[in-house]
């Protein structure tokens, strides 16, 4: 099974600040890497897929990078609305795996 | 729009069955992988199953090997999760969650259900 290490776990961030998490798979996926938000009670909501693709109605605040083994969400300038919880998702083979999750609070 | 409605949650006992549905609607239901994944109290996401858009392949987690099983029923747009021998480690919210790509093979998640809480405990 592939292993997705994300990190940070936690991230205590000020609005307008920029945050980088990162994901690194266990073997190459190529670009089979997504990336979601998900804020308490809800679903999670996909921002980014194929690595770096972002996705319709998503802030352009946001932006996904990388292949094979290392990737990275960022986020250029952080606004109130962005503080939740981010997951990376490697889709390369079965079984898909998430990341263990980057908590973002607020400073 | 893409809308996925999960049902069949609930409170069982150690060692019950239970089988969760999900119905779809508002995209082309036959052409897309589907997949389950939960989030335990407090906890991360954990994928558990998926299957292609015709239902001939079916892949589960180690965790749930044996024990769950994903079907879909094309005719209805329903996809369905069968969870035996239940144990507390099962307690989660479970989502039902659209494949991205379409014709092919899956190839991650895009569109989340609102999910259905499946409580294991005696």
């Known amino acids: 099974d592939i292993q997705m290490t994300q990190s940070p776990s936690s991230v205590s961030a000020s609005v307008g600040d920029r945050v980088t998490i990162t994901c690194r798979a266990s073997q190459d996926i190529s670009t089979w890497l997504a990336w979601y938000q998900q804020k308490p009670g809800k679903a999670p909501k996909l921002l980014i897929s194929a690595a770096s693709s972002l996705q319709s109605g998503v802030p352009s605040r946001f932006s996904g990078s990388g292949s094979g083994t290392d990737f990275t969400l960022t986020i250029s300038s952080l606004q109130p609305e962005d503080f939740a919880t981010y997951y990376c998702l490697q889709a390369n083979s079965f079984p898909f795996t998430f990341g263990q999750g980057t908590r973002l609070e607020i400073k | ?122």
């Not at chain 2, 893409?2 to 036959?30: D, H, I, N, Y």
């Not at chain 2, 480690?89 to 499946?118: F, I, L, M, S």
């Open chain 2, 1 to 122: 729009q893409v809308q996925l409605v999960e049902s069949g949650g609930g409170v069982v006992q150690p060692g019950w069955s239970l089988r969760l549905s999900c119905a779809a609607s508002g995209f082309t239901f036959t052409s897309s992988g589907m997949h389950w994944v939960r989030q335990a109290p407090g906890k991360g996401l954990e994928w558990v199953a998926g299957i292609s858009y015709d239902g001939i392949n079916k892949y589960h987690s180690d965790s749930v090997k044996g024990r769950f099983t994903i079907s879909r029923d094309n005719s209805n747009d329903k996809v369905y999760l069968q969870m035996n021998s239940l144990t507390a480690e099962d307690t989660a919210v479970y989502y039902c969650a659209k494949d991205q790509n379409t014709y092919g093979p899956p190839r991650g998640v895009d569109v989340w259900g609102q999910g259905t809480t499946v409580t294991v405990s005696s």
